[in-house]
């Protein structure tokens, strides 16, 4: 579809685009003359219903006579971030968001991208253009990543650990006064680079907010690949889940996720792998539901199992290796 609209005297023309029927990418071009100069303009455009995630790449023309232009995004309820002009892209999604974006339900209808004019000259005219991606609910266009291009580009061994826990569940550390405190995901992500390892997938118990602080400790932790993760822990055995960083109901046994073959159903194949935790661990009253029994599940939906150690490796506090 290719439509024209005439926004606060200047052309933008918006094309829309279907990938797959489960993405959607949108085009914006326009342009802002000299006469704009310390002007805010507000330029709309439509999140199709069930988009989870929202990525947006912005380029401007004019640099080099001066031109300075600042972005941010307002969705149809709240103001969702201001990058100014430290950032042509960001990403918004339920679970996480570029910093200085707040993450968060993607409502649909007509949001706004914020232009902000601290510059342009008096007879300066500059081009732009904003890509958007809406990656709709149950996308299978592959795994989500914390990086924007590989840490490494080589082939080779690499050592790591997919099985941690954050502040963001039952992972402790050492305060500054020696007591046991909800570690920092920072504190855990430096002891991890500390160890000398090369990536890391923090799972977080039956949660996805640790993404947010994922995504934005990844350009420091340039050396520790960060995968995305989440330990599924039900009445009937623990699993790790990684690629995706949508919700995915943990509740086993209730109306909404009747039993363990409806939560790897909803998994899917192609963008996430299940890997079962620590199978033979005693479940009881200690730890419930820590062993493998569920009453069904298909395990050609299953991608790998844990293997166990005996020993904990403490860690500036940290406990690394089998974690429940």
């Known amino acids: 579809m290719l439509r024209q609209a005439l926004l606060t005297g200047w052309l933008a023309i918006v094309t829309c685009t279907s990938v797959h029927s489960q993405e959607t990418n949108l085009v914006l ?17 439509e999140v199709p219903a069930g988009t989870v995630r929202l990525n947006v790449s912005f380029h401007y023309l004019g640099k080099e006579q001066g031109t300075t232009l600042d972005i941010g995004v307002q969705d149809p309820q709240r103001f969702r971030g201001w990058s ?4 042509s892209s960001f ?3 339920t679970a996480d968001a570029t910093p200085s974006y707040l993450p968060g339900n993607i409502p649909p209808g007509i949001w706004k991208l914020l232009i902000g004019v601290p510059n342009i000259r008096r007879n300066s005219i500059a081009s732009y253009e904003a890509d958007f991606q809406f990656q709709l609910a149950g996308s299978k266009s592959g795994a989500e990543r914390f990086s924007d291009a590989p840490l490494l580009p080589s082939a080779g061994w690499y ?17 500054q006064t020696g007591k046991q405190v909800p570690c920092p995901v920072f504190v855990t992500l430096h002891a991890a680079a500390g160890r000398g390892l090369d990536f890391v997938a923090v799972t977080d118990h039956n949660t996805i907010s640790h993404y947010d602080a994922l995504r934005e400790l990844q350009p420091y932790f ?14 009937e055995g623990h699993a790790n889940v990684y690629g995706s960083t949508e919700f995915l109901d943990f509740r086993v046994g209730s109306s909404s996720v009747p039993d363990m073959d409806s939560l790897l159903q909803r998994v899917g194949p192609g963008n996430s792998i299940v890997s079962i935790n620590h199978p033979n661990a005693p479940s009881g009253e200690v730890c419930m539901g820590c062993g493998w029994h569920p009453k069904s599940a298909d395990m050609r939906l299953v991608a790998a199992v844990e293997a166990e ?14 974690n429940s």
Do not use: W
């Open 159 to 175: 050592r790591g650990d997919l099985h941690m826990h954050t502040a963001h569940s039952d992972g402790h550390c050492q305060s």
């Open 222 to 235: 340039d050396r520790l690949l960060l995968i995305p993760g989440r330990e599924i822990t039900t009445f």
């Open 29 to 45: 071009r326009g342009t802002v003359k000299g006469d704009q100069n310390q002007t805010y303009l507000e330029v709309p455009f």
């Open 309 to 322: 150690e005996q020993k904990r490796l403490p860690i500036q506090g940290y406990r690394f290796g089998r």
């Open 91 to 93: 990403t918004i999604s």
């Open 84 to 87: 100014g002009g430290n950032k």
